[in-house]
């Protein structure tokens, strides 16, 4: 009904000021109220909307989410690498939403969280008892000087959004020889191994297609290490030395010129020093940084993160407000098996909220990444807060293994589409001690 007489009042008085204020009046006519809402319908926001769903009932439920597509987007790793299509990837929105729960198909533009209300960018005012915020992380591309124009050339992609992962794998069958260079940024990333596990297909790609030997494959990463966790990090050196691959540590991309194919970086160590790449394929990885909704909400830290308690994941300061995922400021790396590990922690917190009692369940910074070192190897990375190594199964993981490669292709999206956005699977913390059983 408002949107009818919205375009009727567009029509009556097309481009005029006085448009401006009716629409405005219109809008804040549309109130609503939800005993849970969940900002996000990424993975963190549908698997809670499901647990709360199965918690509170459906009806008491909303999931505020403007994109059409919902998108899993680990396997963008394997889409850009040509072993995935991108079609696998993605599934309607409105086929992940937990039935019954009501979809606001829009985006939340303001947080008044002193108020417990929400404002959309359709015009909506809700209100909450409960916010649940999963709003993820943002890519800035635009940040790199000559990106994202840079992607309308050819040799280069990015496996971090939709729009450009199918790129790396243009940019890859293209190669002839020369450089091929991948880059980390200078800001927290969700997946921090992703950077270079596209570099480790594509070494195996060029090597299956007999293109190895014209090729320099060149990691420049911001980081000082190879990986956060010693054992991991130990072990990738290792695969990076028998497969002939450069690493450069501390250097952060800058600028990339397309039209003569140079990718700039700077030395984070030695200020005001730059090397300029030349490179036949370019994978970049963007800096990140957190959703700019959160800016000025008081709901986030000094680095614009969603500030919450690390192991009952409730916001420091409002006690009816928690977060998950992406867009939090837990110190641990951003993965989709830490939204998982985090969603049962949640659940229970929110849970003992409810009832007035204290949370009494803590999320132990469990996180995990499947290192893809070619098409059919996996380091599978598990640690937890204290960068130790948490791992599920009882064998070494820091070892290459096909049957993880096979668990990350081929089980993991089953995983995540019938098991963690259902609100069924918490991380495999209850597994880990059952397969250890026996061991010392
Ligand atoms: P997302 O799933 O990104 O969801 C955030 C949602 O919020 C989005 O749907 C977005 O549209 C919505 N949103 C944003 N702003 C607003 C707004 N203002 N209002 C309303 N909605 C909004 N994880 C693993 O565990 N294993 C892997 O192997 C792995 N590999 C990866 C490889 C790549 C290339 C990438 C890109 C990611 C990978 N990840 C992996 C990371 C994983 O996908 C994320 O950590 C996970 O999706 C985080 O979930 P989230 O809910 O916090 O954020
Ligand atoms: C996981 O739980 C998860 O979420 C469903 C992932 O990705 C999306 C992962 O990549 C991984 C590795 C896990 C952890 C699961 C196991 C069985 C170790």
């Not at 549908?46 to 439920?61: H, L, Q, S």
């Not at 015009?123 to 008892?129: K, L, M, P, T």
């Not at 124009?149 to 450009?164: D, K, R, V």
């Not at 950077?195 to 297609?209: D, H, N, W």
């Amino acid at each position: 009904m408002a949107a009818a007489l919205m375009s009727h009042l567009a029509v009556m008085r097309k481009g005029s000021r006085v448009l401006y204020s009716v629409t405005c009046q219109v809008h804040s006519m549309s109130r609503e109220h939800h005993q849970v809402l969940v900002l996000g319908g990424g993975s963190g926001g549908i698997t809670m909307g499901a647990r709360m769903k199965r918690k509170i009932g459906a009806e008491n439920v909303a999931i505020v989410e403007p994109s059409e597509m919902h998108y899993y987007q680990p396997i963008w790793t394997l889409v850009g690498a040509g072993a995935k299509t991108i079609n696998s990837s993605g599934r309607p929105t409105a086929s992940v939403i937990p039935s019954g729960v009501k979809w606001v198909k829009s985006r939340a533009m303001k947080i008044d969280p002193k108020n417990n209300t929400v404002f959309t960018e359709s015009g909506q005012e809700i209100s909450y008892d409960y916010l649940i915020v999963a709003l993820g992380l943002q890519l800035h591309y635009e940040k790199i000087k000559g990106l994202p124009e840079a992607f309308e050339h050819p040799n280069i992609g990015s496996n971090y959004s939709l729009q450009t992962v199918e790129k790396t794998w243009k940019a890859l069958q293209n190669f002839k020889e020369g450089n091929a260079v991948f880059s980390f940024p200078n800001t927290p990333v969700k997946c921090a191994g992703a950077p270079q596990k596209i570099m480790y297909l594509s070494e195996a790609y060029l090597r299956k297609t007999g293109k190895r030997s014209k090729a320099n494959i060149i990691y420049n990463t911001s980081l000082p290490v190879l990986f956060g966790v010693k054992k991991y990090a130990d072990a990738l050196w290792g695969v990076v030395k028998s497969r002939d691959i450069s690493v450069n540590l501390r250097h952060n991309l800058i600028e990339v010129r397309a039209d003569k194919r140079e990718a700039v970086f700077e030395n984070l160590d030695q200020p005001e020093e730059t090397k300029v790449f030349e490179y036949e394929m370019l994978h970049v990885t963007p800096p990140m940084g957190p959703p700019a909704v959160l800016k000025g909400s008081s709901l986030e830290d000094q680095a614009g993160w969603l500030d919450v308690n690390k192991h009952t994941l409730q916001h420091t300061k409002y006690p009816n407000v928690f977060g998950i995922g992406d867009c939090t400021n837990l110190p641990t790396s951003k993965t989709g098996a830490a939204v998982a590990a985090q969603s049962s922690v949640l659940e229970r917190t929110i849970t003992k909220v409810m009832k007035k009692d204290k949370p009494d369940k803590e999320y132990d910074g469990y996180t995990s990444c499947p290192l893809v070192t070619s098409y059919n190897t996996v380091i599978l990375a598990e640690f937890d807060y204290s960068g130790q190594p948490l791992e599920t199964f009882p064998v070494d993981q820091g070892k290459e293994s096909r049957i993880m490669y096979h668990m990350k292709a081929d089980v993991m999206p089953h995983l995540y589409w019938h098991g963690l956005l259902k609100g069924l699977w918490g991380g495999p913390g209850p597994y880990r001690k059952l397969m250890h059983l026996g061991m010392k």
